[in-house]
Structure formats: structure tokens, C-alpha cells
């Protein structure tokens, strides 16, 4: 049994067994969940849309992982997502021939400048002021919001420019191109997360920001930086998350996102403590998160239900995560926790 030992002291073991459990259930009960079509070169299913709807959480779950990795929380991004997809839309704007009103990339560009400004604010904030951040970023999910809708004149933006779709409607190699913009990004983040010693600094200053600040570790600036950058991640969803509807209401683009994205970082194994973070457990929180709600609309579950069956559901995986509950388990029976 070594080899079950080894594989169960893998974080990204519990989020997988969630994620083969559901799609398990959703095999035998929910006709036709796996089946895929090909239209025009493009792939088409409930799989398919589940990795396509799944992106804008999966970038916000990117950012948030390094956030919490240093031990803190950010609220925002749900209102960042719709600046940001409020800036691009009144950039873009465009009449019903599809002229915008400014160059794409020019609109595009704008509206992540914006988006790193707010989460350059939020750093600002926790790391220079020393707010609690979960007060520091609330103060922009309800300004956000505010900001949002200023700029969106408070009304629902529509875009005409059908080559902006290409993010959230296009299809590369027959897969939704979003999916390459989730890729691209966690690659980035890996490589220099990984591959260079800012990993083990983010983790150190999540662990006992004292003692990394005495092995020389700039704890102020590091968190400063990885607030910006999960600003950035916000932003790209928010593009996104545009230009899958072709359009930005800036009252509800982006609402309730960052309570999934929290939700799939911590499925995914990153504690709200600090410390180690698991990006790819993150990827696998979202698809989880995702794959729950598609299942919950598939079976016609009633909106105000289905928060309730999804909150019950994360509870049960969370359960399933913990390692004193799993010992408290298996004591009733007599044996003892494999994983230590």
C-alpha cells in the first residue's frame, strides 16, 4: 500500500477524486453529458462548454492562488472583471457594420492598464497602508462596481466588432480559444513561479512574513506585486468574459466570480492560511466549481436551490480534504488515516 500512501499526500489527489465523481454521476444520470459533436471543425458538448464557461473563473483562480498564497484574500475581482470589460466595450463600442471606435488591441491594452491600476490599488492598500486585506479589497468591490457603471454610462454596452469575439467565441484547433488564454497564462505563472525563486518567497511570506523579511525577502513589495498581478488575471477575464456575450453590463458582469474563485483555490489544496500554493489544484477547483453547476442547471434545479446544493457540495469535498476529519472517519471504524 506505499503507492496509495504516496498518491493520497498529493494535493491534487482529493480535487481529482471530486472532479471523477462528478463527472461519474454524471455519466449515468445526465443523458448525453460526454457526447461531442463536431460542427465546422469545432468541437462542440457539455464537456466542451464546461472548459469554455470554466475560463474566466480559471484566470481569477490564477491570480488568487498567489494572493493567498501570501496569506491574503482579494474580493474585488468580480468588479475588476466588469471594469474591465466596461472600459474595453466603450473602446471598442462600434456600429452595426463592426468599425470600432479604436484599434481592438489599443481597447484591449486600455482596459488591462486599468485592471493592474486596481489591483496595484488593492497592493497599495494591504502592503503599504497595512489594511487587513479582505477590508482593503472590499472597499473595491463596492467602489468597483460603482466605477463599472460610471463607465458604462450604467447601461448595456454592445459590441458589433466580430474580430474581439475571437476571445470567447473562437475556436483554436478545434477547442475554444479561451481555453489557450487559461493555458497561456498558467504557463507563464508556472515558469516563473517555479523556475525562479518567487515561488519560495511568495510561500515564505504567506508561512511567517517575520522571518522572510529577516532572510531579506522585500514582504512589502512582494505582496504589492502579486496583488497587481491577480488585478491583471481579472482584467483578462474580464476581456473575456466581454467578448463571450459581446457586450458589458457593468451591474452584473462578474458577479459572484470571486466567491467561485476562492472556492476553486481552496478545493484545489491552497490553504487560507498561506504558504504552498497548488496552481494546477486550482485549474482543477475551477473545472469542479464549473462541472457543479453545470450539473445543477442540467437537472433543472431551481436558481435559489441551486446555491444551496452547490454550498453542500463543496462542503462534502472540503470535508473530504481534511486530514483531521478524514482520521476522525476512519477512527469510527477502527483504522487510521493513510495520508499524513
Known amino acids: 500500500m506505499a503507492w496509495w500512501k504516496s498518491l493520497t499526500r498529493k494535493k491534487i489527489f482529493w480535487p ?3 472532479l471523477g465523481v462528478l463527472m461519474l454521476f454524471n455519466l449515468f444520470f445526465t443523458p448525453n453529458f460526454f457526447r461531442f459533436e463536431i460542427k465546422e471543425g469545432h468541437l462542440y458538448g457539455n464537456v466542451i462548454d464546461i472548459l469554455k464557461n470554466g475560463a474566466p473563473i480559471m484566470l481569477l483562480a490564477v491570480g488568487l492562488t498567489l494572493v493567498i498564497a501570501t496569506k491574503g484574500i482579494d474580493i474585488s475581482v468580480g468588479s475588476i472583471v466588469a471594469i474591465s470589460a466596461g472600459v474595453v466595450a466603450m ?21 488591462l492598464v486599468v485592471s493592474v491600476m486596481c489591483g496595484m490599488w488593492n497592493g497599495m492598500l494591504v502592503a503599504r497602508i497595512g489594511m487587513q486585506p479582505v477590508i482593503a479589497t472590499l472597499i473595491l468591490l463596492v467602489a ?3 466605477i463599472a457603471m460610471v463607465t458604462t454610462n450604467a447601461m448595456i454596452v454592445w459590441l458589433y466588432a466580430k474580430p474581439f469575439a475571437l476571445l470567447g467565441q473562437g475556436y483554436l484547433l478545434g477547442l475554444p480559444f479561451s481555453i489557450f488564454i487559461v493555458a497561456g497564462l498558467v504557463l507563464m505563472t508556472v515558469i516563473i513561479t517555479r523556475r525562479t525563486a518567487l515561488g519560495l518567497f511568495i510561500e515564505s511570506v504567506g508561512i511567517n512574513p517575520t522571518a522572510a523579511r529577516f532572510t531579506g525577502i522585500n514582504a512589502k513589495n512582494l505582496i504589492f506585486w502579486v496583488y497587481t498581478f491577480c488585478g491583471f488575471c481579472a482584467g483578462v477575464s474580464g476581456l473575456v468574459v466581454c467578448s463571450t456575450v459581446m457586450s458589458a453590463d457593468g451591474n452584473n458582469a462578474g458577479v459572484g466570480y470571486e466567491m467561485d474563485a476562492i472556492l476553486a483555490v481552496v478545493l484545489g489544496g491552497t490553504s487560507m492560511n498561506g504558504g504552498k500554493f497548488y496552481l494546477v489544484g486550482s485549474m482543477v477547483g475551477a473545472l469542479i466549481v464549473q462541472t457543479l453547476t453545470t ?20 462542503w462534502i469535498v472540503s470535508l473530504l480534504q481534511s486530514k483531521t476529519f478524514r482520521s476522525m472517519f476512519l477512527g469510527m471504524f477502527g483504522k487510521k488515516e493513510l495520508s499524513v
Open 144 to 146: 468597483g462596481r460603482g
Open 16 to 18: 481529482l477524486i471530486a
Open 91 to 111: 473602446l471598442i463600442g462600434g456600429d452595426l457594420h463592426g468599425v470600432p471606435k479604436y484599434p481592438i488591441p489599443y481597447a484591449m491594452a486600455a482596459a
Open 295 to 314: 450539473t445543477i442547471y442540467a437537472f433543472g434545479v431551481p436558481p435559489e436551490i441551486a446555491q444551496v446544493v452547490k454550498a453542500l457540495v463543496v
